[in-house]
Nanobody, 115 residues
Framework: QVQLVESGGGLVQPGGSLRLSCAGSGFTFSSAAMSWYRQAPGEERELVANITRLGSRTNYADSVLGRFTISRDNAKNTVFLQMNSLKSEDTAVYYC????????WGQGTQVTVSS
């Protein structure tokens, strides 16, 4: 079965950085486009970034463009989200996602940006 496990969240001060990881299993990772979403309290889940199966193309939400970078290591079945210049409005639970006929989600990792 498809499993996605996120890690790397935590508490960081404004302007700081975090690197999220998502390990995938139960499917052919190198054949799957991967995405990061986030959901803040009281808000809908929103797309943050996605990456094609070989990593040749990426796409970002306007709110994170220039600050976040999505990448992947298909040898390790892992997708990353490097987050720099973090702002308080980046505070959310971050989810890894892939679509294999249906949407699959990880359990989420909390990112809190606060002084």
């Amino acid at each position: 079965q498809v499993q996605l496990v996120e890690s790397g969240g935590g508490l960081v001060q404004p302007g700081g950085s975090l690197r999220l990881s998502c390990a995938g299993s139960g499917f052919t990772f190198s054949s799957a486009a991967m995405s990061w979403y986030r959901q803040a309290p009281g808000e809908e889940r929103e797309l943050v970034a996605n990456i094609t199966r070989l990593g040749s193309r990426t796409n970002y939400a306007d709110s994170v463009l220039g600050r976040f970078t999505i990448s992947r290591d298909n040898a390790k079945n892992t997708v990353f989200l490097q987050m720099n210049s973090l702002k308080s409005e980046d505070t959310a639970v971050y989810y890894c996602n892939t679509v294999r006929g249906v949407n699959y989600w990880g359990q989420g990792t909390q990112v809190t940006v606060s002084s």
